[in-house]
């Protein structure tokens, strides 16, 4: 997997026509985040944050894994979402 690749799937998340649901985008931010800017590197919101708190919790679980390999999930998770569009 490549660079242009994951711009590409960067792109088509966007132009997506069906609802995403929220555990799915979710975990597309997740992966979006590892692959763009590594291990997360912020200290916890406060628990009264909760949306905050749940972007920051999905982010950390994927603590240790590559940016190449965190592209890679991102863009077969873009690639489903488009899937599940087309039927």
């Known amino acids: 997997m490549c660079q242009a690749e994951f711009e590409l799937a960067c792109t088509a998340i966007k132009q997506l026509k069906r609802p995403v649901s929220d555990q799915e985008k979710l975990m597309v931010y997740s992966y979006y985040k590892q692959a763009t800017q590594g291990d997360c590197n912020i200290p916890a919101p406060p628990d009264l944050d909760v949306k ?8 950390n679980v994927n603590k240790g894994m590559s940016k190449e390999d965190a592209m890679k999930v991102y863009i077969a998770k873009v690639e489903e979402l488009k899937k599940k569009e087309a039927d």
């Open 52 to 59: 905050a708190k749940v972007k920051w919790g999905a982010w």
